[in-house]
């Protein structure tokens, strides 16, 4: 079926070539009044089309300068130019996030020390109750990837007091043509990806995009291999003279052989940490994580006025997992390794279906009061997910056999012979949200940005990873309502400063010890800062102080002896620091990001909490055009983080740099050559230490050929 896509992609770009071709003959023979005619129309759609601005996080179109909360944006080019093809390497190119790679097919991101629990695309998504991510998305689809921090109660809803990732689609242009890339890497991986946009009207009112990519990646890892193939479609023009509407499609299939489900045991019991190959893994050859997912969506704006407007979207999401893997654990001795034996294996497969359906609609405008202009969105919002999870039986002699001294190769645990359906789990959840947002012009340079988010949150069945719904008690509907308050101040015309409180709740899966489940957790999110635009509007630098305060958080006590259940207290967990970012042109030809986050985590006693969490990070991008030699533009990117450790599994990571490296030489208009080197200095580390740990990638280079069709 792949094979298939590719052919039609291709197929539809030549067609799309060929129409362009015919229409600029058309254009050329109907003279000079049909062409301005459509020129004319042409700008008019180029406002509503090209114009997208981001809604950051109060739902506001306002300039990132503006907003009273820290945003940091990962543009296309930084994506391409260092070769971030998947979302997770994309988000290692952002500032305060951080990325907690713990399995090869499963990964958890935080920031301000607790985990993001909500992703988004344009803007809409739902909460991720446990903040685990399966798979990732490919970049290719994106125009720009949007971190907010803090809590973002005012668009989500529910989540931590930690940030939202946005992920911004691609969209038509007004322009013909796109591109074609052929890429090679390491351990004989490559990849194809084409980009087309096609102008389907004369009068340019409508116009469509076409997003193809095919990835077959190898990997360090032993046995590890990844075959990613995405189609993603999109189309959007104007309806009378007053709407726009916009549908698009995207179908993902990811399969990866011999992953890793579970992490890597490197504590032994005599004291230590263990250190073994980059390329151990605890995967069998017979295992696989398969995923599929397709997104619809279809969105409507309407022109009520000159400054008002209706919006209505509708977003459909259905994925697919397959599974057949192996967990490698210790039986005899809980969490350390008496040498390098000791491990046995736990079979599993099982096949899942998780669908959300999400329906948004809003007003939105510009208003005069009091002699000044003032803006308002306010919408409703439903979203309803199911989850439904199938785990397959097999012979019980096929559990707890013991493996071979590791690291072991990837046959010497036999595929057990599997029997019907064992067990069933199934969940859902619904969220319905009011919410509105108004940006007040108190003075000419003083404005205040006042919301609210009231929610309602219904769950019936069990959850993905926790226990909601299967201790015997009925789940309890969550109802809570969510303040944002922020002032900013233009100290200059380049120089703003702005201070935001907001709050956000989660519903937790966690019961105390008499089996009723905890209150929701309370987020809080506090922050102060400077936002100041330099050389011409070219360099951007925020720094801004934070509080994000987790209330009532679920935390471990204890096994109740009566029944045998785990049961959790409410604790508060505090983050404190503070962040500083530069981003922007500092020249014609120079391009430069540098970010840098400082924080405290505490828990009620006061002490350090979830030291996995690096308590500093510095990020940085710098790339140039040589003077001497102008087709060839040189970048240097990275990432340092303190040292970080685990006290339950008694495992650390010390303080390390990752360095990339990327040279782009122009050949000529259309063509360009890249190359990349990732972990320029092949330093050896662990990716993560939250849930486990496994050792990241060593140096690898790849070759990426670009043509502008």
Known sequence: MTRKLMLSACALAVCSLAAQAQAQAQTEDTGTQATEAGTAERIVVTAKRAHRVSKGATGLPMEIKDTPQSISTIERQD?????????????????????E???????????????????????????????????????????RIELIRGANGL???????????????????????????????????NRLALDYNKVLTEDGSWAGRLVVAREDKD????????????????????????????FGFSHQRSN??????????????????????????????????????NNAFVEYRHELAPDWELKATFNHRETTEDTQLLYAYLKDYPGLLPDNTGLVGWPYKSHGTTTNNLFDLNLSGEFDAFGRRHSLIAGLSRSRQTSDVAARGFDASYQ???????PYRGDVYPEPEWTGVASTTSG?????????????????????????NAIKLQREGASRYGNAGTNGVSYPD?????????????????????????????????????????????????EAGVKAEWLDRKLLTTFAVFTAEQKGLATYAGINPDTGNYWYTPEDVKSRGFEAEATGRIGADSRITLGFTRLKLTGPDGHDTSLWVPRTTVNFRFDTRLAALPQLRLGVGGRWQSDVSNAAQTMEQGAYLLANAFAAYEWNERTTLRLNVDNVTDKKYIGGLSNGAIYGAPRQVSLTLNYKL
Do not use: C
């Open 79 to 99: 994506i391409e130019d260092f070769g971030a093809t998947g979302s997770n390497a994309a988000l290692q190119l952002g500032t305060g996030i951080n990325i």
């Open 101 to 143: 790679q713990y399995e090869t097919n499963r990964v958890g991101f935080n920031a301000r020390g607790f985990d993001i629990q909500l992703t988004q695309i344009d803007g809409v998504g739902m909460s991720n109750d446990w903040g685990v991510v399966v798979g990732q998305q490919d970049s290719y689809l994106f125009e």
């Open 155 to 189: 668009l989500t809803g529910v989540g931590n007091a930690s940030g939202t990732i946005n992920y911004v689609r691609k969209r038509p242009t007004n322009e013909d043509g796109g591109e074609a890339n052929v890429t090679w890497g390491p351990q004989g991986s």
């Open 219 to 246: 990997s360090y890892l032993r046995g590890l291999r990844d075959l990613r193939s995405t189609v993603y479609g999109v189309v959007d023009g104007q309806i009378g003279e007053h709407g726009m509407l916009t």
């Open 256 to 293: 990866q052989d011999s992953p890793m489900w579970g992490s890597l045991t490197l504590n032994y019991a005599g004291g230590g940490q263990a250190e073994f190959d980059r390329s151990s893994s605890t995967s069998q050859d017979w295992t696989y994580w398969n995923t599929r997912s």
């Open 400 to 406: 707890d056999l013991p493996l071979p001294a590791f």
């Open 428 to 452: 859902e959840q619904t969220l319905t949200r009011l919410y509105a947002a108004s940006r007040l012009a108190l003075t000419d340079r003083l404005k205040a940005i006042v919301g609210v």
């Open 478 to 526: 969550t109802k809570e309502t969510s303040p944002y308050v922020g002032f900013t101040y233009d100290i200059t015309p380049a120089v703003l400063g702005y201070v935001s409180y907001s709050t956000i709740f989660q519903n937790q899966d966690q019961s105390d010890y008499d089996n009723v489940y905890l209150d929701p957790m309370k987020g809080v999110n506090t």
